[in-house]
């Protein structure tokens, strides 16, 4: 089955941390948690998870990339991601209650407040498994 939803986080080199957004008490899925970004995969898409990745990120956070800065993860949960450009100077919150930056740490006691949305963990965890791979240090 043709998974319909891409999933994706960005990761800051510089200052070794990962943003994550808050959902809003609007939403009927894990209200008022942390959370990965994401979304569907529309029309305008064609398809194509990393076109559906670039047009969310837009959505969501006001910043153009191209698919060179997308990194895959998972291909069956179309998970990707991005090492925060450093050209980069604003984020501007698109949707959701708010976003932040949090080391791995942070959001392991976060976590365990209760505070990350259901299934973010698992996707943070692999995050943090693929920067181990990569080299990179977290």
């Known amino acids: ?64 990339i191209d698919q060179s800065g997308l990194n895959l993860i998972s291909k069956e949960e179309n ?15 698109g949707e959701g209650a708010g976003i932040s930056w949090f080391s791995f740490e942070e959001i392991e006691n976060l976590e365990g407040l209760g505070l990350v949305a259901e299934n973010a963990m698992k996707y943070i965890n692999k995050l943090k498994i693929e920067l181990s791979k990569s080299g990179t240090s977290i």
């Open 1 to 64: 089955m043709y998974n319909k939803t891409v999933r994706f986080l960005l990761y800051s080199l510089l200052d070794k941390m990962v943003l994550l957004h808050r959902r809003d008490n609007l939403t009927t899925h894990q209200a008022n948690k942390w959370d990965h970004f994401g979304g569907a995969i529309e029309a305008v898409d064609q398809d194509v998870p990393k076109e559906a990745v670039i047009r969310e990120i837009n959505e969501e956070l006001g910043v153009q």
């Open 79 to 93: 998970f990707y991601y991005i090492i925060f450009p450093k050209h980069i100077r604003e984020l501007r919150l």
